[in-house]
């Protein structure tokens, strides 16, 4: 079975949305994309919460056509579940 991707793992989330949160800024769009949940927030979130955050920056990415600064995620960059 092939485990399934939650969210980025924390080093690369936030690399994702420091470049969206810049381009956002640059580009004039409103608001900033959902912070995300690293450090503290990591370890005080479930799974479900990392999902939904990640679904939501996504999602804020999708409405100002920013996707292309979200990478393909290589089996390092993604958290599964359990492996921290």
Known sequence: MTPQFICPKPKRWNEVYRK???AG????????PPVPLVLGAWW?????????RWEETVAWAEER?????IP???????Y???DG
């Open 20 to 22: 969206l949160k810049e």
């Open 65 to 69: 056509c920013l996707t292309h600064l």
């Open 80 to 82: 599964t579940g359990g």
């Open 72 to 78: 393909a995620w290589g089996p390092d960059d993604m």
């Open 44 to 52: 005080a979130s479930s799974d479900a919460d990392k999902a939904t």
């Open 25 to 32: 800024a640059a580009s004039g769009a409103p608001g900033a």
